[in-house]
């Protein structure tokens, strides 16, 4: 079992700029692919930065150029930067973990994902 604990996040105004953490213990070792996804009110979740860990990372139309993903050395600790926030970036935040790489649109959906946080939350103001 993966328990997955996401800190972090808050208010900033457009612009801005926000780190979130997600801190993973139980089976590190079978962790293969590290994500975070995001959810507006009435909105589907969706995929945001992804890494595997050979550090090969994707990353969500709308988060290139702005959001970093990194790893640290055991896997036990993932993050998201976020630079240049807008207030569409304002959500829910998840962090999620595969036994699997992510390689694929496909291995990157929602239902990919067995291992979940419970979220927190980034709101942006115009």
């Known amino acids: 079992q993966v328990r997955l604990v996401e800190s972090g996040g808050g208010s900033v105004q457009a612009g801005g700029s926000l780190r979130v953490a997600c801190a993973a213990d139980g089976y590190i070792s079978s962790i293969r692919c590290m994500g975070w996804f995001r959810q507006a009110p009435g909105m589907q979740r969706e995929g945001v930065a992804f890494i595997n860990r050979d550090r090969t990372t994707m990353y969500a139309d709308s988060a290139k150029g702005r959001f970093t993903i990194s790893v640290n050395d055991n896997v036990n600790n993932f993050s998201l930067q976020m630079n240049g926030l807008k207030p569409e970036d304002t959500a829910m935040y998840y962090c999620?973990?595969?036994?699997?790489?992510?390689?694929?649109?496909?291995?990157?959906?929602?239902?990919?994902?067995?291992?979940w946080g419970r979220g927190t939350q980034v709101t942006v103001s115009s």
């Open positions: 999620a973990a595969r036994g699997d790489d992510c390689r694929t649109d496909w291995g990157t959906r929602v239902g990919a994902f067995p291992h």
